[in-house]
């Protein structure tokens, strides 16, 4: 069993950044992919990130791709998903996810943490 906690959250200018952090419990959390999702009013849960169970892979969606950062310290059962240049379009609920493979697909993931709120003004 891992349980998932999302933080660092919050309201942002266009063109700033945050860090969020994903804590996990359980001690098989390094044998995990994990991945972030957002969720914005109205719309369907999309995939931003995912990070192998090493570290050694990270995957991105076409929108943040060089702009998000996400990674992993498996000493401290943390992910991270470092955001800069943030746009309006980045406002959502941001989830992370735990599952065997780090892939694009909401149903591959066995657990999910409660989501922390992201908006970027204009």
């Known amino acids: 069993q891992v349980q998932l906690v999302e933080s660092g959250g919050g309201l942002v200018q266009a063109g700033g950044s945050l860090r969020l952090s994903c804590a996990a419990s359980?001690?098989?959390?390094?044998?995990?992919?994990v991945a972030w999702f957002r969720q914005a009013p109205g719309k369907e849960r999309e995939f931003v990130a995912a990070?192998?169970?090493?570290?050694?892979?990270?995957y991105y969606a076409d929108s943040v791709k060089g702009r998000f950062t996400i990674s992993r310290v498996n000493a401290k059962n943390t992910v991270y998903l470092q955001m800069n240049s943030l746009k309006p379009e980045d406002t959502a609920v941001y989830y992370c996810?735990?599952?065997?493979?780090?892939?694009?697909?909401?149903?591959?993931?066995?657990?999910w943490g409660q989501g922390t709120q992201v908006t970027v003004s204009s």
């Open positions: 990070v192998s169970w090493t570290g050694g892979s990270t």
């Open positions: 996810a735990a599952g065997q493979q780090a892939i694009v697909v909401v149903t591959a993931y066995d657990y």
């Open positions: 359980g001690r098989t959390f390094s044998r995990y992919a």
